[in-house]
């Protein structure tokens, strides 16, 4: 019984780490102009695509990784440049509306150029499991479960000790205080479309290994990762990065327990109950209005 339950339970950290990096590209769009970029999941699709066509083309692994982040990087910031700044003045459900249709022309674009067949990545390094009383570890899970707490501690290093950083923890607090004090908002919220497409990107290549990938795999990852956004407290970098690890496993332990049938449901079943009762999530702060 521990073996089986230790089993869901690093399945659902393997899951959940991506999750986690989904849901803090979420927060970080969120922070720096409080729009919800649904086009998330497809920077997660593009770097796990991009990443396999290069090494099936016979690029090394470590070249072909390098090529499909900056690829998916200049997406994001070509999505901000041509598509969200011209209506920076526009009001915020137009800009969701946006950044959903950028998510179906990317899933277009992908199916035109890389076909609708899944695609993989080898391991990255072997595919022998490791024992762990009793349950199997895949070698590639330590690999995901590795480089997203090392994103994710980059990330609290670059908020905290870095100039850009502050300037972006500033805009996101008062974004016209920020732009008084001489902080370029417009430089910042290009930035965290960069940002949010690497994290994105990375995710996609460290899963792929695991899941496989498609030109449609940034559906269901993009929502789960707004799910982890909206549970951990939309706009929490660390809530994110919580609520990714949560729905994750119980998506897991749910599957394993109940039916893989529902595995997709039962983290929207979560959501539902804890917005039900906590509307700003689980670490989401109460938002109050001076009038």
């Not at 073996?3 to 999750?19: C, K």
């Not at 986690?20 to 927060?27: C, E, K, Q, S, T």
């Not at 440049?81 to 992908?110: C, K, N, Q």
């Not at 000790?161 to 001489?182: D, E, P, V």
Request: hydrophobic share 60%; net charge positive.
């Amino acid at each position: 019984m521990f073996a089986e339950f230790l089993q869901y339970m690093l399945s659902g950290i393997t899951v959940g780490s991506i999750y986690a990096l989904a849901g803090l590209g979420f927060a970080i769009i969120y922070n720096a102009s409080h729009v919800i970029n649904f086009a998330q999941g497809e920077f997660i699709m593009i770097g796990g695509m991009a990443s396999s066509v290069l090494v099936a083309a016979g690029l090394p692994l470590w070249a072909a990784v390098i090529l499909a982040v900056l690829l998916t990087m200049l997406v994001g910031l070509a999505l901000e440049i041509f598509a969200i700044a011209p209506a920076r003045d526009a009001d915020v459900v137009t800009i969701i509306i946006i950044t959903i249709g950028a998510s179906i022309f990317l899933r277009g674009v992908a199916q035109l150029v890389w076909g609708k067949s899944p695609r993989s990545l080898p391991a990255f390094s072997g595919e022998e499991p490791i024992n762990l009383f009793g349950a199997a570890l895949a070698r590639q899970s330590l690999w995901v479960i590795g480089v997203s707490l090392l994103l994710i501690l980059l990330l609290g290093w670059f908020f905290n000790r870095t100039l850009f950083g502050k300037a972006m923890l500033a805009t996101s607090y008062n974004r016209l205080a920020a732009q008084l004090m001489g902080i370029g908002v417009n430089k910042v919220l290009t930035l965290s479309f960069g940002m949010s497409a690497v994290l994105g990107a990375v995710g996609g290549i460290i899963v792929t290994p695991i899941t496989f990938t498609s030109y449609e795999a940034g559906i269901m990852l993009g929502l789960k990762g707004f799910s982890a956004a909206v549970l951990g407290g939309l706009g929490n970098g660390a809530g994110a990065v919580a609520g990714g690890l949560l729905v994750g496993i119980a998506e897991a332990l749910g599957a394993g327990y109940i039916s893989s049938a529902y595995k997709d449901a039962f983290a929207f079943v979560i959501i539902l109950f804890v917005l039900f009762f906590m509307p700003n999530g689980l670490f989401g702060k109460r938002s109050t209005e001076r009038v």
